[in-house]
Every structure is written in C-alpha cells, then in structure tokens.
C-alpha cells in the first residue's frame, strides 16, 4: 500500500553538481566553529585551545548560487563566512579519520550567512545559536564539483567580495583542523549519512552587508558562489 499524508512532503532540498544534470539531494548541513587562526583571534578567541564546536543548518536553508534572496530581518549585523563545503556520498559513526575522505563525493563553495548580532546575544546569554545560523536562505552554495575529478583540495586560496572590494581571503592550509578530523569528530556525535554538507570554516575579515549588496566567493579548485541581496 502506497503511503499518504496529512499534507504534501515538501521538496526535496538538493544542490547542483557541476556539469552534470543529476543533482546532489541534501539530507543535513553541518558547520565547524572558528577553524581558522585568524578568524577566531578576530571573534576574541584562542586559536585551537577548545575541541572542535559544531552547529547545523536546516537543509532548506540552501540557497543556489546566482540567487537574489530577501535581506534577513532581525538583525542589523549581518555577516558573510566563505567556506568550503564537503558532500559527503557515505557516512557512519566513529569513522576513522584514515578513512574519512572515503565518505566524500565532492566540493563546493559556500557562504555561511549569520545574524552576528543575534549570535552574540545568544552566546552571552548561554542561549542556542539556532535562530543566528540556521535562517531561511542563510546556506548559499556553488556547484558540487566531484572528488574523483578534483581531489581533495587541502590547499589552495579562499576568498570572498561584497560588492567587488575584497572581504576575505585566506588559504585552506590555514584549517586548524582538518576535512578528516572533523568527520571523524562529528561521527562521534551523530553517525553520518550520503546527502550530508559540512561547512569547514572560514577565514578572517568577516563583517556587514547591506540590503543590495552581492557577496561573491570562490576557493581554489573548488568553484565559486555567489549571492544578492534584494534591496
């Protein structure tokens, strides 16, 4: 017997794959916290002196690069985090980071959109980072270009604009911990699975965007993303 429901599912959330037309179906989004010295001396902490943190996005919260999305309300500091993003086709827990990048189908560009303003209340607070980071629209991402064609890019420069002047620029080098560290680290939480995307960090020189402004990223070997802001 077929099985029904009380109201239609809702679509499926996916992301493209760079020159192909199949799609990569999203199933969770998982964001490390402060993996790059510079970033987390300019959020006023010490580089790699805590364990890896983890958050999640929804998976509807991603945005296909080239979009113009709504300015989120609520915040007056909103900020702009290039990152490279990992799609993973297998998973499971307690994953050995020797077999980590095993997991990974491909990469691609991403910007984690945060309400910085929010953030902060909610950490001085002791409260979830939930309504900060997990926003409608706050996971903009390039095409997934594979592993099999690429690699693993551990190196290579990472950058970002708003509005053409440079924001952010970095190398993947600078990770404080690495794509198969933070595998592992998160399979010790929860057991993994295909369809999940892992935000790795991001570099120093985030900071505000506008209503109207384009925000434009792009990491060495694995593509680019970009974003507007209606205004």
Not at 12 to 17: N, Y
Not at 84 to 101: C, F, N, S, T
Not at 113 to 142: C, E, V, Y
Request: aromatic share 6%.
């Amino acid at each position: 017997m077929p099985e029904t429901f009380v109201i239609p599912p809702p679509p499926a959330a996916s992301v493209a794959v760079a020159g192909e037309a199949r799609r990569f179906p999203v199933r969770r989004i998982f964001c490390v916290a402060l993996n790059y010295a510079a970033h987390a001396r300019e959020m006023g902490k010490e580089p790699g002196a805590e364990p890896p943190f983890f958050f999640t996005k929804p998976a509807d919260a991603v945005v296909e690069s080239g979009a113009t999305i709504p300015f989120p309300g609520l915040t007056q500091n909103l900020h702009h985090e290039i990152e490279l993003v990992a799609a993973l086709v297998a998973g499971g827990a307690g994953i050995a980071p020797e077999r980590a990048l095993d997991c990974v189908f491909g990469y691609a560009a991403g910007i984690d959109l945060t309400r910085r303003d929010m953030q902060t209340a909610a950490r001085n607070a002791g409260r979830p980072w939930d309504m900060s980071k997990g926003f409608d629209h706050s996971a903009p991402i390039g095409a997934i270009r594979p592993a099999s064609q690429i690699g693993h890019p551990a190196e290579g420069r990472i950058a970002l604009r708003v509005n053409g002047a440079l924001r952010q620029e970095g190398d993947l080098s600078d990770m404080i911990w690495s794509l198969p560290r933070i595998i592992a680290d998160i399979s010790r939480y929860v057991a993994l699975a295909p369809g999940d995307l892992i935000f790795t960090g991001t570099p120093s020189g985030v900071s505000a965007m506008q209503p109207g402004d384009v925000a434009e990223g792009e990491i060495e070997g694995a593509g680019s993303v970009r974003v507007a802001f209606a205004g």
